[in-house]
């Protein structure tokens, strides 16, 4: 089995997986919709899990959002899984490809498009916000929205983020 049969293969998968707690689970949702102009949208890494829904939930509808992803190996794998949700990717961290991933997401909120980040992420420290995410809409006079998630029952990863899934 190639690499890419394999990666390809497991992101469907955590897709499906991701649908099927994402359906048994209650949802009380709190909080406006994001803008029609650009904006930064925050949450934490640890929330990534069902964060594509709660986008859906908030964003709207029609309009581009690009998720920074590292280009960490486990960076492709969500990458894949994030674009089967629908949504774009930019590839950087602040330890790779720093200066490239800000010129693009430079010019995605140029584009009228909103730019998607675990601003604590990808290695943490757990809860800490990063500088480029609050550069970036500074620079961009854009607004920084903040998503997140709870869940009264979990699994909590033994992670450096915390990472939960809720439990169906």
């Not at 200066?99 to 809860?127: C, M, Q, W």
Request: charged share 25%; with cysteine; net charge positive.
């Amino acid at each position: 089995m190639g690499k890419s049969f394999k990666i390809a293969f497991i992101a469907r998968l955590v897709f499906i997986l991701q649908w099927l707690i994402f359906l048994t689970c209650k949802k009380i949702y709190k909080g406006d919709k994001v803008d029609q102009i650009s904006n930064v949208i925050l949450f934490w890494h640890g929330r990534l899990a069902l964060m594509p829904f709660a986008f859906r939930h908030f964003g709207k509808k029609g309009k581009k959002a690009y998720v920074m992803i590292s280009h960490h190996r486990d960076g492709e794998q969500i990458a894949r899984i994030i674009k089967l949700f629908g949504l774009d990717t930019v590839r950087g961290s602040t330890s790779k490809g720093a200066s490239t991933a800000l010129r693009s997401a430079f010019k995605i909120l140029d584009e009228n498009h909103d730019v998607v980040i675990t601003p604590d992420g990808p290695r943490g420290p757990y809860h800490s916000i990063s500088d480029g995410a609050v550069l970036l809409a500074q620079k961009k006079n854009v607004k920084i929205r903040i998503l997140n998630y709870e869940a009264r029952n979990f699994w909590e990863f033994k992670s450096w983020d915390k990472m939960i899934l809720p439990k169906p």
